[in-house]
């Protein structure tokens, strides 16, 4: 823990972390210490985390980057959290991440970007980590913590992992407790670890994944030991690779690593087959109305009164308007009246509506898939390695928004997956690769991705 403390200090130039808790971590390091020394230590005892600014932490400010929620203590914990804290671990401090997790890039949050610890060959330029949970990724990356906490809604685990060469899954939505946890689109939120190896991440998930009475999404069936996954044999795994995710102009190093890993699959025992997954290209489009319609709902509590900042005004609702004017940041603005538009009474039917019907196609062309004997999918994780610092997005969100081109169609259809550093593209910048398994199969994207890493 002291060792880590140090780190983080020494590396407050990343802004990976918004939050130091070090007087928390020394006691709760002091406790897991008692707890080793009389040998009923929890298997995470002692192990040092930093938490996504998403969860809510018990008397830690908690913000979700956001200065609507700038002075929010809450006087909860969040479930995923106290699991982590039941089983031994520590927490260091809290993690910044894109305002409300809207964001592929780290750039939206209140505490300004979070640099990846990686550089381009021969450039001093700083990139971005990837998002939203770009300070869970970039803080494990310069190994400022030995695991992070993170949250995935279309993409914010799976992205900045393979952004920083870590490996981050996402599970299946229902096998973690989103109680707690600062909701963006409640049927896509899934929170889950990014780690420095498969197997971190596989101990790390096995804490935050259980049902929990309190999020009546999350599904009671038994957790797995997912350790006991590594380095099973993968042998006669069937690995489907989706013809629709080989995309026009896609780098020529993006196609490489993919046949590379299909390569180390097949080498490993496992036989690979060409898929379709014919709605792969309406997942982009009916997200991005899907989320921000969920997100515009959600956020209809931040009025000023009950959470975070106030503003004065002539009447409540100037009160409101000023305070969520403030508050709320531009892309977040963006998002909720995207969403409060596609929800509207004359457009519903014509965007909404339509969207949740792609999104039953999408998750249709998955189940048709692996009722075929596929065991899980491969496919890059990313379009791209990191890019720089307010390279992307600035007059053109839709730019931003196809960063998660891979990972969307996952939390559409709410598998797990799981990105796993997978090699490096011209520039000497980590690229990872993303298995996608069947519901509540977090096992089977353990053994597999243990080969590719
Ligand atoms: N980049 C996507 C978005 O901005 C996904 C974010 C996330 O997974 N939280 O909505």
Redesign the pocket.
């Known amino acids: 823990t002291d060792a880590h403390l140090g780190a983080i200090e020494a590396a407050r130039v990343l802004n990976a972390f918004v939050m130091e808790t070090p007087d928390q971590a020394r006691a709760m390091a002091r406790e897991a210490d008692a707890k080793i020394a009389k040998g009923d230590a929890g298997p995470l005892a002692g192990i040092p985390l930093g938490i996504k600014d998403l969860f809510a932490t018990k008397g830690v400010r908690t913000t979700a980057c956001s200065n609507i929620l700038g002075n929010f203590v809450p006087t909860y914990e969040s479930t995923v959290t106290s699991q982590l804290w039941r089983d031994g671990a520590v927490m260091l401090g809290k993690l910044n991440?894109?305002e409300?997790?809207?964001?592929?890039s780290n750039e939206t949050s209140c505490f300004g970007p979070v640099g990846n610890p990686w550089r381009r060959d021969g450039s001093n330029a700083t990139l971005v980590p990837g998002?939203?949970?770009g300070g869970s990724a970039s803080a494990v990356a310069a190994l400022l913590c030995m695991g992070a906490t993170a949250?995935?809604?279309?993409?914010?685990?799976r992205?900045p992992a393979a952004f920083t060469a870590t490996v981050g899954i996402?599970p299946t939505y229902g096998r973690c407790s989103r109680w707690g946890v600062v909701a963006?689109?409640s049927s896509?939120?899934q929170a889950g670890p990014i780690a420095r190896s498969v197997r971190d991440a596989a101990m790390l998930l096995r804490s935050m994944a259980g049902h929990d009475p309190k999020d009546t999404t999350s599904v009671d069936i038994p957790v797995p030991d997912y350790e006991a996954a590594i380095g099973k044999s993968v042998k006669g795994m069937k690995i489907g690779i989706p013809r629709e995710y080989r995309l026009d102009g896609m780098p020529a190093e993006i196609e490489k690593l993919w046949s590379e890993g299909a390569a180390w699959l097949k080498a490993a025992g496992a036989e690979l087959v060409e898929v379709s997954l014919p709605h792969t290209k309406y997942a982009l489009p009916a997200?991005?109305i899907v989320?921000?319609a969920e997100?515009s709902s959600n956020l209809a509590r931040y009025d000023g009164v009950r959470y975070g900042l106030r503003e004065q005004g002539k009447n409540i609702i100037e009160m409101y308007e000023n305070a969520r004017a403030e508050g709320f940041g531009a892309?977040v603005k963006r998002?909720v009246m995207i969403g409060t538009y596609v929800l509207s009474a004359g457009y519903y039917d014509a965007y909404y509506l339509r969207a949740q019907k792609v999104r039953t196609l999408i998750k249709k062309d998955f189940e048709d898939c692996f009722a075929k004997g596929v065991d899980a999918i491969l496919t890059p994780a990313t379009p791209s390695a990191a890019f720089g610092i307010g390279e992307k997005g600035g007059a053109d969100p839709v730019e931003?928004?196809l960063?998660?081109i891979f990972?969307?169609t996952v939390?559409m259809a709410g598998l797990p997956g799981i990105a796993v550093p997978a090699g490096k593209d011209g520039q000497g910048l980590p690229l990872g690769l993303q298995l996608i398994g069947r519901p509540f199969d977090e096992e089977t994207l353990f053994s597999l991705g243990e080969v590719i890493e």
Request: no cysteine; hydrophobic share 30%; aromatic share 14%.
């Open positions: 991440n894109d409300f997790a809207m964001g592929s998002g939203s949970s949250t995935d809604t279309g993409g914010s685990i992205q996402k963006f689109a896509l939120d997200y991005y989320a921000p997100a892309e998002r931003m928004y960063n998660d990972t969307v939390n």
